[in-house]
């Protein structure tokens, strides 16, 4: 619904508006309701991948000309070539293109078909190698460390990261000791060793469907849960950063 309401109605048909701002570039999707919001979905997963490279990469995301092209392919109709980018893992690449099509239901094509359909066996090797590396024992190792008590040290670690030289802690760093007594409150305790790959997702998933706010009785706001989500996704980086280091001295 939220999506729908974007939609803005002209002479031209239905017209979507997306992109940072002073950036934004305007699609024309047609004069069918239907169709339109079929072409907007399809805009918006492309615009939110394109979000999500510019994030790993610490840079502000913006319509670049591989990526704006496919945007204008699908707004006529067309089938959209999904650009790569010079800094992406061909496996990052095919990840990618398989899960704009599955989002969409939409037919797409690779940039580069030739250079796509050589590399297909050597990444589909290269993705098995990394499932099986990663593959997860039916029975999780308990570490006896518990979660809450993981979110207590790294709450320590904020206390000391944003102590100011009067001994009190930044406003940034407030915010942060305030972000972490939040997320004890909604995620249950666990053990550190049951928390893999889907366990990790699964805790994500409890801000991503915006809990009842324990405070107001009712949901969540969303600027709320993203801020959570990214304050979760720092300590989880940073335990995991911790692990690394630990098994390195070992």
Known sequence: MRQRKKLSWTKRGFVRTLGPKGFEKKFYLGFDLQLAEKKEKAIIILWQQIEDLARERNIQPRWDEGSLAAARAIERGETPKIPKRDYEFPERYFQRLNQFAEA???????????WYNAAVPEVRAEIDKL???????????????????????????IRKEYM????????NGKTKLDQCKQLQTYITDCDLGSLDYQGCDEVFGIFRKRPVSKRYEKPMARKSCTNLIGELGRFFYMAASVERLALAET
């Open 164 to 171: 100011e030289a009067d001994g009190y802690v930044t406003d």
């Open 131 to 157: 499932e099986m590396s990663i593959a997860v024992p039916s029975k999780p190792k308990l570490t006896g460390q518990m979660l809450h008590q993981a979110l207590k040290a790294y709450q320590d670690h």
């Open 104 to 114: 969409t239901g939409l037919a797409v094509e690779p940039e580069n078909p030739e």
